[in-house]
């Protein structure tokens, strides 16, 4: 089952503007990661945020962690379009005693000219 | 840094048949965690190895396999080919501080 999911499934916004995507998880965690994924290509991981962090940011992206919503977003600022891909979040729950992470289904973010 | 390997990166396949697909870790690493993405189910975990031993298995039936060498190469192996086994099949290595790095994914069809 999945234990990450993300909001909006799918977003499209003009170029240069600001694209926030939501998840939302079930278990406590000890991190929530983001990553992105071109077409049919593997995924590039963007950012970890631990879950004593409230906020990180890298570049364009800031991300924020509410773990009493059990919720985090991600806001891309100034979206190019190479930004179109699509996002998703993963969490490392408090109870695995292994290496697994949980996917949500992604956000698809298309970025318009 | 060379990243993670992944062949073949595509591959069709009859059902019936049986595949087996690689991965090569980033130098180092000795995590390697296996998924399949589909449109329908997204990311799915297979299994994961660590030192050459399962650490963890997803919920897949036993047709779907894998194996890990001493060279943290690993491999996973699927029989009995069905046309649902068609799919984006992601590796993943990790190291111990940061988050997983996936290679490209071997992209199977069943037909």
């Known amino acids: 089952s999945q234990q990450g999911e993300e909001d909006p499934q799918a977003l499209s916004i003009q170029e240069g503007e600001n694209a926030t995507m939501n998840c939302s998880y079930k278990t406590s965690i000890n991190n929530l990661q983001w990553y992105r994924q071109n077409s049919g290509r593997g995924l590039v991981h963007l950012i970890l945020?631990?879950?004593?962090?409230r906020e990180k940011h890298s570049g364009r992206l800031r991300v924020t962690l509410d773990t009493s919503k059990k919720s985090s977003s991600l806001l891309i600022t100034a979206s190019r379009a190479a930004d179109t891909a699509s996002y998703f979040c993963a969490t490392d729950a408090i109870m695995n005693r292994d290496d697994k992470i949980i996917f949500g289904k992604g956000t698809r973010l298309h970025i318009l000219p | 840094k060379a990243g993670v390997t992944q062949t073949p990166r595509y591959l069709i396949k009859t059902r019936g048949q049986q595949v087996t697909l690689s991965c090569s870790p980033i130098?180092?690493?000795?995590?390697v965690s296996w998924y399949q993405q589909t449109p329908g189910q997204g990311l799915q975990f297979l299994f994961e190895y660590f030192s050459e031993t399962q650490r963890n298995k997803g919920n897949f039936p036993g047709r779907f396999s894998g194996r890990q060498f001493s060279n943290s190469r690993s491999e996973m192996n699927v029989s009995t080919l069905e046309l649902g086994d068609s799919a984006l099949y992601l590796c993943a290595s990790r190291s111990p501080r940061n988050g997983y790095t996936f290679g490209s994914g071997t992209r199977l069809t069943v037909v």
């Open positions: 130098s180092g690493h000795r995590s």
């Open positions: 945020i631990r879950s004593n962090e």
